[in-house]
């Protein structure tokens, strides 16, 4: 029986890769940071994914899987050493911590059985991002193990299109859509090509970008503004008319946009980004899909990041300024960042922040029309 390691057992973890893979008949071992997430999956041995497909909305329990936490006694050992496949769907910030973790077991793994191949597959929405995440898989290894961690495992990075959401991450009640694969970088060391949903593709890096634009610009941009408005949901904010249409002219300018910059055809955009609808209404969270507005306001990312590319080519970004201005407005005080982010702009004003979490200068004209757009929130009273 195949084996993979599922590193970061939150939502994805077990709502996307835990079910999948089980449904696969592979054996799964969870790994996660967090002592919550290991207890919950182990106080009843299993776990619920509502998983709404095109055609279908099936009830899927997983059960049958090993849970450890990252303790000092390396409990998930063993595990690691049977497994094939490691999926590490984390945010960006976790990678650092877990692989300094993981070293102790890829030490192990080259001592049992130097000969066998690994790969790691990372699920951000970040780019770019690999080669940090390689480094910070080495750096605690000693010189003869990087030797064959260089040619043995292969960390690979991902495109996932698909909403998966909880309560919370250690919750076992999980909501996902399964209407397009996981596009993984290629090559990779392992067959996972029994695995529904997982699909290599050579050109990851464009691709990626071009998605995080088209797809989770104008989906950040519904929650930034579904929160002002009081909504608590995707759905609920996408049925706002004012939302609706500023959400259709934020994803109009970033496909303009990228048809000037990037190499890709109508048509393969179109396969890209424009997903299938799922059978019902999922009720994705404002939380989760507005979280961490400091990232998602950074310089490159899904809306500063489309701005500046529409600049470049002399192309409207007005509805991405508003976008943004609502992300800096976006005050949940159980987002950590976003707490953050009001604590700055009280303290520096409105056009330090901008300045600070964009990376624009002040004679950028998109800084000028997101202070603009900010400013405008304020006058209609949306800044709590
Ligand atoms: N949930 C979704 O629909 C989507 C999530 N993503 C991305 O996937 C990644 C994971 O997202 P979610 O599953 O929603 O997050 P989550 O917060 O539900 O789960 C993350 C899990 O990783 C664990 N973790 C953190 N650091 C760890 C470490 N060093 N070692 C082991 N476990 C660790 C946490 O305890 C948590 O259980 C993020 O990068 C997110 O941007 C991307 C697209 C869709
Ligand atoms: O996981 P992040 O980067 O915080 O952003 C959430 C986004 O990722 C997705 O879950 C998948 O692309 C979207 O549903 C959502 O826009």
Redesign the pocket.
Known sequence: MKQVMI???????K??FGETFDNAGWKIAF????PK?VEELKKTGSYHVEVHRVDSIEDRTVSGYEAYV?DEEYSCMEAFLNTDVIMM????K??K??GH?LSKCFIEFYKKQPEKKLTAIC????NYLIPGIVENFREKLPEDVKAWFDTNVAIRDSI?R?????A???STDIV?MAVASLLIQTPVYNDFSDVEWLELNDRIEMLKDLKVFAINGPHASTAFWGYLKGYKTIPDSEKDEEIAQIIGQVHQEILDMIGEEYDITKEELDNLENLPTPMGEIP?SIY?VA?DPIRKLSKGDRLTGAAENCLKHGLSYAAIAKGMAAGFAYSDPKDENAVVLQKDIKELGIEEVVKKYTGLETENPIFKKVVEEYQALETRGFIK
């Open positions: 590193v970061g057992a939150g939502r994805l973890g709502g996307f790994l996660d940071k967090d997430v990252c769907p984390l945010y960006p976790d990678f911590e877990a973790y699920v951000t929405n970040k996932i698909r909403g998966t959401d909880a919370t991450h250690y996902t994705d989760r979280f």
